[in-house]
């Protein structure tokens, strides 16, 4: 069992835990060290030691954690633990955000990701992410596409853009769908394919790592399912990041669960372990629905 302590500076004890409305475990007492599998040999992403604030509160709280080349690592949690907090660590979301301020070494390819010299823009583009709500920009699903490309210097002639936005619909599994209406408004399309389209704009810069937050929790079962088949053939070619609230979710598309509680990692390890076999006691609670 890997594990790693808790007890380094910048540790402080959970707060209150207000968001647990049917709690039975004593959370101040058993978060101390996360436990399971939370690092790996093939790391795209290595983030250590990560702290979050806002202003002066800590949302984060001494969070390490590889995500490893192919794999999809989902990241579970009750209402505000910081899954979306942590995830947007990853590709400097964060900094958009007034008074947020992200401490520790966060790597992707053992490059810092927070170095001074770092562009977001490329990073952003190598790091690509999907949100809760499909969000399409207000032009035709071709220019959806083909947008990310043309403002990264990507595929100057049209018919490299061609190909990009025919590549990039196929491998978000919406090509058959819209290939007689490119020209039509992304907006028009149903909240699954719209999904879909962003995964595809995601997906059109080439990126390395794809995050999703939440990625499904504005479609139906058959649209989730669509995305989920998705992301199980997207891993071929990129390394996800998932937020879930959806366990059975996290156990269909992940290899590896994070287990997030109140900004601390309690557990990491391969999925079946943490959905059958958790080794924290926090995790069981939480998995079989005792808080959350
Ligand atoms: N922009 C913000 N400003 C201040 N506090 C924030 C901000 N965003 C999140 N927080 C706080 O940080 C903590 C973690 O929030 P976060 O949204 O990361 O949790 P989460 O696990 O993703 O929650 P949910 O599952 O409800 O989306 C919460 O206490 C939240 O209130």
Redesign the pocket.
């Known amino acids: 069992m890997n594990t790693m302590t808790l007890d380094a500076p910048g540790y402080s004890e959970p707060a209150s835990p207000q968001t647990l409305e049917k709690e039975t475990v004593d959370t101040r007492t058993k978060v101390r060290e996360t436990v399971g599998t939370p690092f790996c040999d093939n790391a795209k992403l290595k983030m250590r030691n990560v702290n979050v604030f806002?202003?002066e509160?800590q949302?984060i709280h001494n969070v390490s954690l590889d995500i490893g080349r192919n794999e999809v690592v989902a990241m579970i949690?009750?209402?505000?633990?910081?899954?979306?907090?942590?995830l947007r660590c990853l590709n400097r979301m964060n900094d958009t955000?007034e008074?947020?301020r992200v401490e520790g070494d966060l790597t992707l390819d053992d490059e810092p990701i927070y170095g001074p010299k770092v562009d977001v823009v490329p990073l952003r583009a190598r790091v690509g992410m999907v949100f809760q709500k499909p969000n399409p920009f207000p032009k035709t699903i071709y220019e959806n596409v083909a947008y990310g490309p043309k403002i990264h210097g990507i595929g100057s002639r049209r018919a490299e853009l061609d190909e990009i936005v025919e590549n990039s619909l196929r491998r978000a599994g919406l090509w058959n769908e819209v290939k007689d209406r490119l020209d039509k408004p992304g907006t028009g399309l149903s909240g699954g394919q719209q999904q879909r389209l962003c995964i595809a704009r995601a997906i059109a810069v080439s990126p390395e790592v794809i995050l999703m937050d939440?990625p499904c929790s504005a479609l139906d079962p058959i649209a989730t399912a669509r995305i989920e088949e998705l992301i199980d053939e997207l891993r071929k070619n990129y390394t996800i990041a998932i937020?879930t609230?959806s366990m059975q979710q996290a156990a269909r598309v992940s290899q590896r669960t994070a287990y997030?509680h109140l900004?601390h990692l309690v557990e990491v390890n391969d999925t079946e372990t943490v959905f059958t076999n958790p080794e924290h006691e926090l995790t069981e609670a939480y998995i079989t629905g005792r808080f959350g």
């Open positions: 806002y202003n509160t949302a949690g009750p209402s505000g633990c910081g899954k979306s907090t942590f955000i008074g947020c939440e937020v609230h997030f900004g």
